[in-house]
């Protein structure tokens, strides 16, 4: 019997990261960040000054993709290391999402890191948070979820964030970049950003991150033991 999967796809800024950083925690399983992916393939581009439209170079660097993921005993905090040097706070610049949208375009470099994902299932389960999770990678998932809301509150949220860290931001800018990103994500011509047919939809316009988590904890618990009951059978 293959390992749970419960997939959240959704736009960027609706809070998929930390509910499905939450869900891995509480459920003790593993978690796939397929778009830290995309992100460290945009970033070993810059560092070797490679252009954004060499499609060749591009997928070489997806296939060879030298990173590690370090779980750091004390807590849930995941290191990220991308050839030999700690990448964490440069991965998460508003200037990398942009480069990671831009080489998601390319079907070639989705194609290499396509197995490098499915090897993420491994008992106990799987948490895997993207944009193409359901329709792509595991369209066999246990559970689907759509996590969406407005753009105005993902720049919201995306704002207090970077807020909170001590960054510079600017809310109107925020949310322009947050338009380009999903326009380039849900048109693009290869696995575009798009509810699986048998997803669910969540709008968290009006739910915090704990209500999203206690919502989908619930009903993935009622998925869970219908496939208890027909491994039974
Ligand atoms: O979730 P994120 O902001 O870290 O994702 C960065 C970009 O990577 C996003 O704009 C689109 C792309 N991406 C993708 O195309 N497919 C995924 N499964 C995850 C991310």
Redesign the pocket.
């Known amino acids: 019997m293959n390992p749970p999967v419960l997939t959240i ?1 959704g736009p ?2 609706a809070g ?2 930390t509910v499905s950083k939450r869900l891995a925690g509480e459920l003790g399983w593993h978690l796939l ?7 460290l393939v945009g970033l070993a581009a810059r560092n070797r000054s490679i252009d954004f439209i060499n499609v060749s170079q591009l997928t070489d660097i997806a296939r060879e993709l030298d990173v590690e993921f370090r779980v750091q005993e004390a807590g849930d905090l995941v290191q990220t290391w991308l050839e030999g040097k700690r990448v964490d706070a440069q ?1 998460r610049t508003e200037s ?3 480069d ?2 831009r ?3 390319i079907p070639e470099v ?1 194609d290499a890191l396509l197995e490098r ?1 499915r090897a993420f299932a491994s008992a106990p389960g799987l948490v895997a ?5 359901g329709t ?2 595991f369209p066999d998932a246990t559970l689907k979820v759509f996590l969406t809301a407005t753009v105005e509150e993902r720049a919201n949220r995306r704002y207090k964030q970077l807020k909170e860290q001590g960054l510079s931001a600017n809310l109107r800018a925020l949310r322009k970049e947050m338009e380009a ?1 999903d326009r ?2 849900t048109e ?1 011509a290869t ?1 575009p ?1 798009k509810p699986a047919a048998d997803a669910w939809i969540l709008d968290c316009t009006a739910i915090d991150a704990q209500g999203v988590v206690s919502m989908i904890l619930e009903r993935l618990g009622s998925v869970l033991s219908v496939r208890r009951a027909q491994q039974q059978q």
């Open positions: 796809d960027g800024g998929k990261g960040d397929s778009g830290a992916l995309y992100r991965l990398a999402g942009s990671a949208s080489v998601a375009t989705r994902q948070d993207g944009r193409d999770m792509v990678v990103r380039r994500d693009r696995a950003l």
